[in-house]
């Protein structure tokens, strides 16, 4: 219960402060190469739902064109006509998720917990809602990501993001961070199974 109520919430900010002072230059390196290789924003940005499912901003690098149609990713049969070519390398490593360090810092999200969707998952949305999935913070990585992110059903997705929302504990965290660095080195579940972001034009407001 303490981990739940304090600790997790002082891991993250402890965690986002020190990742953001050590890969802060690195950081600022991957903006410019965003920048310089193709036009647009550095940042996509995009409403996603945190506790209570209460609206906010999600941060991530731009890997996809400026004119890139709106559309769910699952939907793009030619993705990689819309990648840039930075884009392509910061979707495979990960690293376009590095922003959301921020998002971490502000509270809007956690390291662990069920990943924040967009609108087209409103599926998962209100079994969330149903379930008490949105009682928690989202987390840049969590229970269903490592147990098969889009390859497995909307229902699935959201009994492990109830699992977790019920059994939250440092323990359980830490498994699932070790899961997820396994899955990044070996770059499993990158391309094929980009949670359903809706890449816009517009990528900020």
Request: hydrophobic share 40%; glycine share 8%.
């Given at each position: 219960?303490?981990?739940?109520?304090?600790?997790?919430?002082?891991?993250?900010?402890?965690?986002?402060?020190?990742?953001?002072?050590?890969?802060?230059?690195?950081?600022?390196?991957?903006?410019?190469?965003?920048?310089?290789?193709?036009?647009?924003?550095?940042?996509?940005?995009?409403?996603?739902?945190?506790?209570?499912?209460?609206?906010?901003?999600?941060?991530k690098y731009r890997s996809m064109v400026p004119d890139a149609p709106e559309r769910a990713n699952q939907r793009f049969d030619d993705m990689d006509n819309y990648l840039t070519t930075i884009g392509?390398?910061?979707?495979?490593?990960?690293?376009?998720?590095?922003?959301?360090?921020?998002?971490?810092?502000?509270?809007?999200?956690?390291?662990?917990?069920?990943?924040?969707?967009?609108?087209?998952?409103?599926?998962?949305?209100?079994?969330?809602?149903?379930?008490?999935?949105?009682?928690?913070?989202?987390?840049?990585?969590?229970?269903?990501?490592?147990?098969?992110?889009n390859n497995i059903s909307d229902e699935q997705k959201a009994a492990y993001d109830q699992e977790y929302a019920e059994h939250v504990s440092f323990m359980l965290d830490l498994k699932i961070v070790?899961?997820?660095?396994?899955?990044?080195?070996?770059?499993?579940?990158?391309?094929?199974?980009?949670?359903?972001?809706?890449?816009?034009?517009?990528?900020?407001?």
């Open positions: 219960m303490f981990y739940r109520k304090f600790g997790k919430r002082a891991l993250d900010i402890v965690g986002a402060i020190g990742l953001l002072t050590i890969f802060g230059l690195p950081m600022l390196l991957i903006a410019l190469m965003v920048r310089l290789t193709s036009h647009g924003p550095v940042l996509f940005r995009q409403k996603r739902y945190t506790v209570d499912s209460r609206p906010f901003k999600v941060y392509k390398l910061l979707r495979r490593t990960s690293l376009d998720e590095m922003p959301q360090l921020l998002n971490v810092l502000k509270g809007d999200m956690s390291f662990i917990g069920p990943r924040p969707l967009a609108d087209s998952d409103y599926r998962v949305i209100d079994l969330r809602k149903m379930n008490g999935a949105d009682q928690v913070r989202p987390g840049i990585s969590g229970l269903a990501q490592v147990n098969g992110r070790l899961k997820t660095i396994g899955k990044v080195f070996r770059q499993s579940d990158i391309d094929r199974d980009e949670e359903r972001d809706v890449n816009v034009v517009r990528h900020v407001k």
